[in-house]
């Protein structure tokens, strides 16, 4: 007399190896998601960085080029003053997502080196740092 077997359908081993290799391969993916939007957020921190000390350095050139600059320092809340011959012309910037530093810098004169960082006060391992010359022909003089 001949038997069936009933074969059908998986063993309760093969599910549960099923579900762990499903779950490793979960938890790889998981990773990388975070990795990745993690590597995004510190590269548009960084590019926000560059363009903020771009419009810096750009607002510097142009008041060094019309008359000069007398003074740039961070103020006591964390500004950014830029302060010339003419106080209409005077720059603040004021981004409270980004903390300003300035190093060794004499000023009024015709030529300056101007060291300036920036650094995300979200994440304080994200700085950008930019070092340039200011430099023109004559000094036009303070008029007080």
Request: charged fraction near 20%; charge should be neutral; proline fraction near 1%.
């Amino acid at each position: 007399m001949a038997t069936k077997s009933n074969e059908k359908g998986i063993t309760l081993v093969e599910l549960l190896a099923a579900l762990a290799l499903f779950g490793v391969i979960s938890v790889l993916i998981w990773n990388l998601f975070f990795q990745a939007l993690n590597f995004n957020d510190r590269a548009v921190t960084q590019n926000q960085l560059q363009q903020e000390a771009n419009i810096i350095l750009n607002t510097i050139q142009q008041m060094h080029t019309k008359s000069t600059i007398k003074e740039i320092k961070v103020t006591d809340d964390g500004f950014l003053n830029i302060n010339d011959c003419i106080p209409s012309d005077s720059a603040k910037f004021n981004n409270t997502a980004i903390k300003y530093q300035v190093n060794n810098i004499t000023l009024p004169s015709k030529e300056f080196t101007l060291e300036l960082t920036l650094t995300s006060k979200s994440n304080e391992k994200i700085s950008f740092d930019a070092k340039t010359t200011f430099s023109k022909l004559h000094v036009k003089g303070c008029v007080n």
